[in-house]
């Protein structure tokens, strides 16, 4: 059985125990350096999916990347499961979105995660890419491209009889007219409504978010309880 999770650093869990966002930031740890873009080990260890996978008694596979795009999130989503899912797995993935202006970009074979800070580093060769993107973002645009291609996940997994499950971070479809809207079912927590994004719940129920816009530990327990009582209450696993 297995709990296959998603997303960015709100999944990868950064700043939530030692200040990092990835392994390879650890110059006290050696061993992390190897690791690369990994979530840093102790801070994967208290995520709301470590907590999840215990909870629903599975075997968590976490492929969230701090700095995700949604376009990775898609592309590593699906290379796992083409890979690793057969008719008979009991799996569950539950992919957590990060903001719709991010994008990926692939360069001499490597993937390279850009968004809005205008602080990313990139190739020179593709710095003049970079500088466009940023003045040339139209995040009405963004936000109707995710919303399609999130949705043509949902139909797909759907399709294949992939249990899932998916959450906003930060970002909603809030702005999505209504006649735009699509019938989720239970597979996306309230995409719609601005409130119900896991910042704005943490931020009801009293948590704060680092500097870095992260949550620690103790939000990470309060989140993976909420998603298991929504799991339960519709029948998810």
């Not at 990994?38 to 996978?53: D, G, Y």
């Not at 890979?83 to 009991?90: H, K, S």
């Not at 759907?158 to 079912?185: A, E, V």
């Not at 994004?197 to 978010?209: C, D, K």
Request: proline content about 4%; overall charge negative; some cysteine.
């Amino acid at each position: 059985m297995i709990l296959y999770a998603n997303g960015c650093s709100h999944t990868a869990a950064a700043e939530a125990v030692v200040p990092h966002c990835f392994a390879e930031d650890d110059g006290n740890l050696p061993q992390n350096w190897l690791l690369g873009r990994v979530p840093h080990p102790a801070n994967l260890a208290a995520s709301w999916c470590t907590h999840l996978s215990r909870a629903l008694g599975r075997n968590l596979v976490c492929d969230a990347e701090s700095a995700s795009s949604n376009d990775r999130i898609i592309r590593t989503t699906l290379k796992w499961l083409d890979q690793n899912f057969d008719p008979c797995t009991d799996v569950i993935a539950i992919i957590q979105w990060s903001t719709w202006e991010r994008e990926e970009w692939l360069h001499n074979g490597v993937w390279y995660q850009v968004n809005a800070s205008g602080t990313d580093s990139v190739p020179v060769e593709l710095e003049q890419r970079y500088r466009d993107y940023i003045l040339g973002i139209d995040y009405q645009t963004k936000t109707q491209l995710a919303h399609q291609r999130i949705w043509d996940l949902h139909v797909q997994l759907k399709n294949r009889g992939i249990r899932h499950l998916f959450y906003s971070s930060w970002s909603t479809f809030s702005d999505i007219p209504p006649d735009q809207q699509q019938d989720w079912g239970v597979n996306y927590m309230e995409p719609y409504n601005r409130d119900a994004s896991y910042a704005a719940v943490l931020r009801q129920n009293g948590f704060s978010h680092t500097r870095g816009y992260h949550f620690g530990a103790d939000a990470h327990c309060f989140w993976a309880e909420y998603m298991l009582q929504y799991i339960n209450a519709n029948n998810l696993v």
